[in-house]
């Protein structure tokens, strides 16, 4: 069992930056391909970025590309969400999410859920 705990979101202005944080226990994470998705109300939950185990690769949603940026700390069992250039359409509640085996791919079903952590842009 892979227990994670999202941290870092808040109220933040359009063009602002805000880093998420995953706080994994349970498992080492070394062994998991981690990732994000939010949910916006109203809508379906989303992918947004994901990351190899060694962190060698990633991938994230067009939406996101060049403006969030994912990575790893398997040492501290974290993961990082670092959201730069934020937009108003970025407001949800952001996940962190953990599959064992999984491969890297935007349409993956987590087996592992933190309980989000919600991130407000205003305009």
């Known amino acids: 069992q892979v227990n994670l705990v999202e941290s870092g979101g808040g109220l933040v202005q359009a063009g602002g930056s805000l880093r998420l944080s995953c706080a994994a226990s349970?498992?080492?994470?070394?062994?998991?391909?981690m990732g994000w998705f939010r949910q916006a109300p109203g809508k379906e939950r989303e992918f947004v970025c994901a990351i190899t185990r060694g962190g060698s690769r990633t991938l994230s949603a067009d939406s996101v590309k060049g403006r969030f940026t994912i990575s790893r700390d398997n040492a501290k069992n974290t993961v990082y969400l670092q959201m730069n250039s934020l937009k108003p359409g970025d407001t949800a509640v952001y996940y962190c999410?953990?599959?064992?085996?999984?491969?890297?791919?935007?349409?993956?079903?987590?087996?592992?859920w933190g309980q989000g952590t919600q991130v407000t842009v205003s305009s």
């Open positions: 349970g498992r080492t994470i070394s062994g998991y391909l």
């Open positions: 999410a953990a599959d064992l085996w999984a491969g890297l791919k935007s349409d993956w079903r987590p087996e592992y």
